[in-house]
């Protein structure tokens, strides 16, 4: 059975920072890479960040420099450090394999005031 569990979210001023975690169990977390995604109110879901079991990491351009993507293998976790959040960083954030499964846990809101 699959489960994925983000949490770390909340309600931050522009500027400020967040740490995200998502903890797994069930076979998603033995694929090479996973991954950070976003979806913003109106907007599709997108891929923020992605790391390989080696720890090889890939970012979208809006968040390269500000955002860093880590895991730890041994206990199914994946992280997501958010540094100089800007209001357009507002979305509910899930991580998932890349490419993704078609299992989505329940996200964490990440809300950045001006």
């Known amino acids: 059975q699959v489960q994925l569990v983000e949490s770390g979210g909340g309600l931050v001023q522009a500027g400020g920072s967040l740490t995200l975690s998502c903890e797994g169990s069930?076979?998603?977390?033995?694929?090479?890479?996973m991954g950070w995604y976003r979806q913003a109110p109106g907007k599709q879901r997108e891929l923020v960040a992605r790391?390989?079991?080696?720890?090889?990491?890939i970012y979208a351009d809006s968040v390269k420099g500000r955002f860093t993507i880590s895991r730890d293998n041994a206990k199914n976790i994946v992280y997501l450090q958010m540094n100089i959040l800007r209001p357009e960083d507002t979305a509910v954030y899930y991580c998932?394999?890349?490419?993704?499964?078609?299992?989505w846990g329940q996200g964490t809101q990440v809300t950045v005031s001006s």
């Open positions: 998932n394999m890349w490419p993704p499964s078609a299992y």
């Open positions: 069930g076979s998603i977390f033995r694929g090479n890479y």
């Open positions: 790391i390989t079991r080696g720890g090889n990491t």
